[in-house]
């Protein structure tokens, strides 16, 4: 299953090292992942997720 990670490098609540470890083990075993981290922001780094310009076509270039 294609994933595509976000992660802001401020968030407090889940730290950027956790996030990193999390894709980092995915690729180690084999995912395929895409990681895109938002420099200075929190953990709402989801506002910025939904805002990415290629996000609907990825999704959709995956659709089955």
């Known amino acids: 299953m294609p994933i595509w990670a976000f992660h802001g490098d401020a ?3 889940v730290k950027f090292a956790t996030g990193q470890a999390i ?3 995915a690729k ?3 995912a395929d992942i895409k990681f895109t981290v938002y420099p ?3 953990h709402n780094s989801w506002g910025k997720a939904y805002a990415e ?3 609907e076509a990825w999704i959709l270039a995956r659709k089955k």
């Open 53 to 55: 310009p290629e996000l």
């Open 23 to 25: 894709v980092d083990a």
């Open 40 to 42: 200075g922001v929190g």
């Open 11 to 13: 968030d407090s609540v």
């Open 28 to 30: 180690a075993a084999g």
